[in-house]
């Protein structure tokens, strides 16, 4: 038996393997766009990779030679951390007078919480005292915190609203429940 050159047998090898291709090719059709593309982002995440790692390297024999004009990170004015302002060291029968904490009013025109300490609500009662429209009461306006106050406004009828909106630019004028108050007042002129 003669036996056929290698090149043919390679060839008619390359024809069986394309035929079977073919048959699977409906079912990898499908797949084969997302498998393109996770092994394009593998890739690029490997070659990520060996460059952060060669970075890496590169900065650690930088750092340990003595180089002239090299600049020292410094930590910038503005950042402060926990370490900072470690407490002092104490003897074992020191005690340490801790200061209770209060809620405190929050100023700012973000500010969530914005219920006042004691002095500041009596002053405010003071002030409000005289004329409070009946919504205030009906509400308990006074007592709602920002998050409470959206969470009520949609029930509440134009008038009301700005009702709300004249008290608390007479009274306590929180810059937090103005805005809301204004942008309540806002949309529901607008439907």
């Known amino acids: 038996m003669t036996r056929v050159p290698f090149a043919a047998r390679v060839a008619a090898g390359v024809v069986v393997t394309v035929v079977e291709e073919a048959r699977k090719l409906p079912g990898t059709a499908v797949t084969f766009p997302m498998t393109v593309v996770s092994e394009i982002l ?3 995440m490997r070659l990520q990779q060996q460059v952060t790692a060669l970075a890496i390297k590169g900065d ?4 340990s030679l003595p180089l002239v004009g090299t600049p020292d990170q410094e930590q910038p004015s503005w950042a402060v951390f926990d370490d900072d302002h470690a407490p002092p060291s104490l003897n074992e029968n020191e005690e340490v007078d801790v200061p209770d904490h209060e ?6 025109r973000f500010a969530l919480y914005s219920t006042p300490p004691a002095e500041v609500e009596e002053e405010v009662q003071v002030v ?3 004329e409070r ?5 009906l509400v308990d306006y006074d007592a709602l915190a920002l998050a409470q106050l959206r969470a009520r ?3 509440l009828s ?3 609203l700005e009702t709300l909106l004249d008290y608390e630019a007479d009274s306590r004028a929180r810059a937090p429940f103005l805005t809301m108050l204004e942008n309540r007042i806002t949309t529901a002129k607008a439907k």
């Open 128 to 130: 409000t005292s005289t």
């Open 133 to 137: 429209p009946e919504i205030v009461d």
């Open 103 to 108: 809620p405190v009013a929050a100023a700012g």
């Open 42 to 44: 593998a890739s690029s």
């Open 60 to 63: 650690e024999i930088i750092a």
């Open 158 to 160: 134009l008038d009301d």
């Open 153 to 155: 406004l949609r029930t």
